[in-house]
């Protein structure tokens, strides 16, 4: 069975950083695409960042030269690194990511989610 762990989240002060990471467990033969998503309380689930597996990388206006996004293959790890933390980031992030278990086949996989509290 293939999960996707997230951890990293916590309480920051405006202006600050903090890096998130997805940890993809069970018989992986192949991650596509990672994205981070982010819900904040009332609110619709957002795309923060993706990364393909040749790694291209994608970012919304909201966060581009902010945060990063990064992959280590033979970890089967996603990070996000995000910079400059503006309270109005404060939400749950997720993982989520196309992954190819030899047991199971390939299917969309979502992680927990990982609290991010940004203060003023």
């Known amino acids: 069975q293939v999960q996707l762990v997230e951890s990293g989240g916590g309480l920051v002060q405006a202006g600050g950083s903090l890096r998130l990471s997805c940890a993809a467990s069970g018989n992986i033969f192949l991650i596509n695409t990672i994205n981070w998503y982010r819900q904040a309380p009332g609110k619709q689930r957002e795309l923060v960042a993706s990364?393909?597996?040749?790694?291209?990388?994608n970012y919304p206006d909201y966060v581009k030269g902010r945060f990063t996004i990064s992959r280590d293959n033979v970890k089967n790890t996603a990070y996000l690194q995000m910079d400059s933390l503006k309270p109005e980031d404060t939400a749950v992030y997720y993982c989520n990511a196309r992954v190819g278990s030899r047991s199971v086949g390939t299917y969309d996989y979502w992680g927990q989610g990982t609290q991010v509290t940004v203060s003023s």
């Open positions: 990364i393909t597996s040749g790694d291209r990388t």
